[in-house]
């Protein structure tokens, strides 16, 4: 395993690199001011406390600076927990970027690429393919950088397209198990579904919530992404109405986000799809950070369970 932040035990010291992913001003029991700043970088992440934060710190440790950290690994409350001594800004000499810090998607993003355009090239339904061509033609530069969310699966850079192409896979297999399912509408709800995101959040190296996303979020966004895109394009077809049916009901549960529970085949394995691999990224990346033998921290988006890593 490597040593990155995440990758720090109790008690260890820490010196290094690492990118401010968000900051927090709270006020200790005392009546001074603190810091809370979640620090990132290609392992993982790690929430920080600055104690006695002057003024000056709150103007100059802000999301997606890169800084100089020296501290020690404490645990709160289970998790771990960086307490800072010293903390400074990078400058050009230190020989530091942003792209140092933030964490890739495990494969090759030309052959996600080269993969996306071939199942764009299997939609038969032509008003189906222009207008998910019209909205990648759109949205086509963030999509390969973006994450998938702001934290628990795809949280990384390019996440959303991993995402996306997984589904894509995994949609492929559950085609030859279920042959009646529509193609047409599983992979285009599956390439449509999260494109929202791109609005919703607010860059791919330190990810918060812009306030569109907020007041409407990326479901609503990108339904009526699809009716502007499909007035634009000229097309009025019944296709319009499944693809925003896909993209609405994609959470499966009004509890989990949903609008609409799925009333389409297509949408309800879509949603399952979507589930699956959210649910196997989430332990897959949970289970890297263990040794054989050892149980991962709670995941709290799956019923806060921890998992296992086998010897065998």
């Known amino acids: 395993m490597t040593q990155g932040i995440a990758n720090r035990e109790v008690g260890d010291q820490f010196e290094g690199f690492l990118l401010i992913k968000s900051v927090d001003k709270g006020v200790a029991s005392n009546g001074k001011p603190f810091l809370t700043i979640i620090f990132r970088d290609r392992s993982g992440e790690i929430e920080a406390k600055l104690w006695d934060a002057a003024k000056e710190d709150e103007e100059t440790f802000l999301a997606e600076a890169i800084v ?13 927990q960086l307490n800072v001594r010293q903390i400074r800004l990078a400058n050009e000499m230190d020989g530091v970027r942003i792209d140092d810090f933030i964490e890739k998607a495990p494969v090759d993003l030309d052959e996600m690429k080269d993969y996306l355009s071939q199942m764009i090239f299997a ?28 934290k628990n699966h795809h949280e990384y850079a390019s996440g959303l397209m991993h995402h996306i192409v997984s589904m894509l896979k995994i949609a492929q297999q559950m085609k030859g198990l279920y042959p009646e399912l529509n193609t047409d509408l599983l992979y285009s709800g599956i ?99 263990v040794n054989p033998g050892e149980f991962t921290d709670r995941i709290f988006p799956m019923e806060n369970r921890q998992f296992y890593k086998p010897t065998i």
Do not use: C
């Open 123 to 150: 939609l038969e339904n032509p008003n189906i393919q222009r207008i998910v061509r019209q909205i990648l033609k759109k949205y086509n530069d963030d999509l390969f950088t973006y994450p998938a969310a702001t």
């Open 68 to 80: 100089h950290v020296q501290g020690d690994i404490k645990q709160f409350r289970g998790k771990h």
């Open 191 to 289: 390439i449509l579904h999260d494109i929202g995101k791109i609005k919703e959040l607010s860059s791919p190296a330190s990810p918060t919530y812009t306030l569109e996303g907020k007041m409407l979020g990326h479901i609503s966004m990108m339904v009526e992404e699809i009716k502007l895109t499909a007035q634009e394009l000229g097309i009025d077809g019944e296709e319009v109405l499944l693809l925003q049916h896909l993209v609405l009901s994609h959470h499966g549960k009004n509890e989990w986000g949903s609008p609409k529970t799925p009333i389409l085949r297509e949408a309800e394995m879509l949603h399952q799809i979507d589930m699956i691999d959210a649910k196997m990224n989430m332990v897959n990346r949970a289970l890297e950070k």
